[in-house]
């Protein structure tokens, strides 16, 4: 009868468990994956389902043992790199949601707050329409698939028990970071132009009538012509979301190579 002691048994449970971990961190704050209307088991069993086929090809892990002090860091990295790479993919779609808001203050909607099924949080309905719009275009240019191909890919570059990110590499990360702003400022510049425009027209027939109650004129027509602007845009704004998915892919795969 064989006998396995308590080191061959840390390794085995290392061998599934360190990808888990960093499988199931990504699916934790990558988008659409980690949706509010994503209930926590059903990611669970996503992570071991990818895990259970890839961790035996992956690349030899060092012998370590599982509740050493080196074991607990190497835990802690592993949690820490999915959540990275699940949430440097997130801002792009939280830029589409802050440019949607940008537009709707614009427009006088911002008053217009919803519940987001994404992040389960009020915001505004256009920033809304804009992330259940990009997610339907993440799926149907197989984001989810690219994103589950770019975190395998990361357990070659990036095996596990070596150094892992380096300080260049999370600077990298913050900086990513100015994406959300940029990304938004690229998806709402269009609208807010234009409605900058409009808001400009009224500003001219304030001086010009004084008398004419622009509060009563002004919502009413800067809210039609904000949702036709919004509605004239949906085609640009698909370009820019897929511009935005490229770059946050490309950014993914410098990080982890």
Known sequence: MPIVDIGQLQHWIALWLWPFIRIGACLMTAPVFGATYVPPRIRL???????????PL?????????LSVAGVLTTIEQLLIGAALGFAL???????????QLIANGMGLGF?????PIRGASTPALGQLYVVLGTLVFLALDGHLALIGTLIDSFRSLPIGESGLD??????????GGKLFSGALGVAL??????????LAFGMM?????????????????????LAVAMFGLP??????????SEGFTFLHAVTN
């Open 167 to 176: 300080a260049n590499r999370w600077l990298s990360l913050a900086m990513w």
């Open 45 to 55: 069993v996503l992570a071991a389902g990818i895990t259970l086929p890839i961790a």
């Open 58 to 66: 992956l690349p030899a892990q060092p012998a370590i043992e599982l």
């Open 236 to 245: 640009g704004l698909g370009n820019a979301f897929s511009s935005l998915l």
């Open 112 to 116: 217009g707050f919803n519940i987001d």
């Open 190 to 199: 269009p609208g807010v132009t234009a409605l900058l425009v409009i808001n």
């Open 90 to 100: 997130q801002l792009v779609f939280d830029s589409l949601a802050l440019g949607g």
């Open 206 to 226: 304030s001086r010009a009538a004084p008398s004419l109650n622009l509060f009563a004129v002004g919502l009413p027509v800067t809210l039609v012509f904000g």
